[in-house]
């Protein structure tokens, strides 16, 4: 099946005379006739549902859609973003441990990866994703563990050389990890370019409508941690888990057994069934809605782009920007809906911009069907100092237009008429 067609029958089939549309299993738990049955479920010697932190009917469905899509072997849903960016790590680093992070990432990452995982004794060395070979593998150390970046950066719209850094990934035996919240899976798949794992917040594109705070985890089953032997939590008896040794249990579907049987059993951040069939409404329409966003944002790029009040822009999209051959290269379908652009005027003038608009509403949030703004040096970037920054591509002017799919002439006219009283 081509993605479109995934987006809409993927991860649901009903059954004669079951529901058309995926039911919301909103229930805790299962019942069983028999002890020993559900001793069976618990040994994972038998697949059947027991609880929902460790799976739920409505939850899977919705995972089978998204590994679908991205090509992998399984997903396993998260409570949000942040916990899906979390768990791709800590599954298999622990305290002692190090990874290598591109610099361009999501300003929530930036603090959770540098502050808060190092004081779990998990170190992290961010760097330029620009920067050439030997500068990146200069990063590495014997006990670094994986490797990260984003497809588009959040908010400073780099794209990732995805192919290049898996090689380099792949020659120091760690897998890449990428965050593919951006493109999403229709406008780029980054297994097929050589990344092991991939993350989301579905918050963004793949809900499309702003109702649920969500994430995901996909395995693509590729990585090959046995012959890496960098990686004992998955190559050895995990006694916490009677003893089960996911890599010869599981096979290619390892790393997302103890993603599941491990990490989320123990940490719990799982979705709420009734948001995962939001999210699965959502995926519905995501290829439909992120052709939208991008002609909508192209056709605006190139408006800012023309304009006299207008600093600077930065759309991948637009030929002669920084990232527009590698966005032909991964992206050739389109990139996104979101533009970032400076007002002639600095900090003073994207604050009066963004005050005088009235269609783009100032919201925190991205990448939903209504046109929204953020300025991330007053918001989600307030806690970086001016180096990190620089370091995370964000300006002080930097304002984040997160383009919608209303009409792009009414959401011109809304520019025109903020960039009048600027
Ligand atoms: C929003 C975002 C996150 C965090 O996701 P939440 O769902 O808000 O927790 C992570 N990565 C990227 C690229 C994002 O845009």
């Not at 809605?289 to 966003?293: A, D, I, L, Q, Y």
């Not at 307030?382 to 237009?401: C, F, H, S, Y």
């Given at each position: 099946?081509?993605?479109?067609?995934?987006?809409?029958?993927?991860?649901y089939s009903p059954e004669n005379g079951e529901p058309r549309v995926l039911p919301i299993y909103q229930s805790t738990t299962w019942k069983y006739s028999s002890t020993e049955h559900m001793g069976r479920l618990f040994d994972l010697e038998e697949n059947g549902y027991f609880y929902t932190r460790l799976a739920n009917p409505t939850n899977d469905a919705v995972a089978a859609k998204i590994a679908d899509l991205e090509g992998g072997v399984g997903a396993m849903l998260t409570s949000s973003g942040q916990a899906a960016c979390f768990y791709s790590i800590f599954n298999i680093c622990e305290a002692g441990d190090h990874f290598v992070c591109s610099s361009s990432v999501y300003g929530g990452t930036f603090n959770l990866f540098g502050v808060t995982m190092k004081k779990l004794g998990i170190d992290v060395t961010f760097v330029d994703p620009d920067s050439d070979e030997e500068t990146l593998n200069a990063a590495f150390k014997e006990n670094t563990k994986a490797m990260f970046g984003e497809t588009i950066a959040n908010p400073a719209l780099v794209v990732l050389d995805i192919e290049r850094w898996a090689k380099i990934a792949h020659a120091h035996k760690v897998p890449l990890i990428i965050d593919n919240t951006f493109a999403t899976p229709v406008n780029c798949r980054p297994f097929e370019w050589g990344a092991d794992i991939v993350v989301h917040s579905t918050t963004k594109y793949m809900d499309g409508h702003a109702t649920s705070v969500g994430g995901a985890v996909v395995d693509s089953g590729n990585f090959d941690w046995v012959a890496s032997g960098r990686f004992p939590g998955l190559t050895t008896p995990d006694e916490s888990y009677h003893g089960i040794t996911y890599t010869e249990k599981f096979g290619k579907a390892a790393y997302l057994t103890k993603l599941t049987a491990q990490v989320m059993r123990d940490l719990g951040s799982i979705?709420?069934?009734?948001?995962?069939?939001?999210?699965?409404?959502g995926l519905e329409t995501l290829p439909l809605?992120?052709?939208?966003?991008c002609s909508n944002a192209q056709k605006i790029a190139e408006y800012l782009n023309g304009n006299d009040k207008i600093e600077w822009v930065k759309y991948c999209g637009l030929p002669g920007d920084k990232y527009y051959d590698l966005a032909q290269k991964y992206l050739p379908d389109g990139s996104c809906g979101v533009i970032s652009f400076g007002v002639k005027g600095g900090r003073a003038a994207a604050v009066r911009f963004m005050d005088s608009l009235k269609l783009a509403a100032i919201v925190t949030h991205v990448a939903d069907a209504r046109t929204s703004v953020l300025h991330p040096a007053s918001h989600t970037h307030?806690?970086?100092?001016?180096?990190?920054?620089?370091?995370?591509?964000?300006?002080?002017?930097?304002?984040?237009?997160s383009v919608g799919i209303e009409n792009v002439d009414d959401i011109i006219e809304d520019i025109e008429q903020a960039l009048e009283n600027v």
């Open positions: 099946m081509r993605i479109e067609t995934k987006c809409i029958q993927s991860g979705p709420s069934p009734h948001n995962s069939f939001l999210l699965n409404i809605r992120m052709e939208r966003h307030r806690q970086l100092n001016d180096e990190e920054l620089a370091a995370a591509g964000v300006t002080p002017d930097l304002i984040r237009l």
